[in-house]
């Protein structure tokens, strides 16, 4: 089935540590995000790519980190967790990076940071 | 002002009544409107796209856009326990640019009364 697959689903990650969230789709869009989604607050962008090569910062970069080294895949980094990380990550894909172009969802990473 | 607003609900609805979901946004020249739904624990999944003023139906389910008075609405006719969930307004705020723009309001909580 065509999508975008997350892992992991969960976890839970001491302050301090690094951890990779992946994010690989199938669909062929040049377009890739991550956003986080936190109670009252809603999706907000960290960092989003048009197309294979390149990447910029959302709404909320600081802390994290992105690359896009071919369609498909498009991992998020946080290089030092800290508890306001905590959060549900959603990976999302358009065909292009138009604002005609809708958003499809992978499932999420929810994230503990203690 | 936050540049998408919703009513957070929660809104109650009976089954087989007309749902109606309000979405206002701060930028006149928004260019892009969309509706997701989001079950509790899952992702967004986009349920409606429009892009003029105007009605834009798909089965059960009607778009109004009022770029005028600034806001965008989501129908749902004939409701059902499924379409109990929460609902994004996701619009891109200004002209020339992408989805990288594109600003979700924090969603209103659907719930259908059997």
């Known amino acids: 089935i065509a999508g975008i697959t997350q892992a992991p689903t969960s976890q839970i990650l001491a302050a301090g540590r690094r951890m990779t969230l992946r994010c690989t789709q199938d669909?062929?869009?040049?377009?890739m995000y991550w956003y986080r989604q936190d109670l009252g607050l809603g999706l907000r962008l960290i960092h989003y790519?048009?197309?294979?090569?390149?990447?910029g910062k959302g709404e909320v970069p600081d802390g994290y980190s992105v690359s896009r080294a071919n369609t498909d895949d498009f991992p998020l980094t946080l290089a030092s967790a800290v508890p306001s990380q905590t959060s549900v990550y959603f990976c999302?894909?358009?065909?292009?990076?138009?604002?005609?172009?809708?958003?499809?969802f992978g499932n999420g990473t929810r994230l503990t940071v203690t | 002002q936050k540049e998408v607003e919703q009513n957070s609900g929660p809104l109650s609805v009976p089954e087989g009544a007309i749902a109606s979901l309000n979405c206002t946004y701060s930028?006149?020249?928004?260019?892009?409107f969309f509706w997701y739904r989001q079950y509790s624990g899952k992702s967004p999944e986009l349920i409606m796209s429009?892009?003029?003023?105007g009605d834009k139906e798909d089965g059960r389910f009607t778009a109004q856009l009022n770029k005028a008075s600034q806001y965008v609405s989501l129908l749902i006719r004939d409701s059902q326990p499924s379409d109990s969930a929460t609902y994004l307004c996701?619009?891109?705020?200004?002209?020339?640019?992408?989805?990288?723009?594109?600003?979700f309001g924090t969603g209103t909580r659907l719930t259908i009364i059997p």
């Open positions: 999302a894909s358009s065909e292009t990076g138009g604002s005609n172009s809708p958003l499809h």
């Open positions: 669909m062929r869009h040049n377009a």
């Open positions: 790519s048009n197309t294979a090569g390149t990447t």
């Open positions: 930028d006149r020249g928004s260019q892009s």
């Open positions: 429009i892009y003029s003023n």
């Open positions: 996701a619009v891109t705020p200004l002209t020339n640019f992408g989805n990288e723009k594109l600003t």
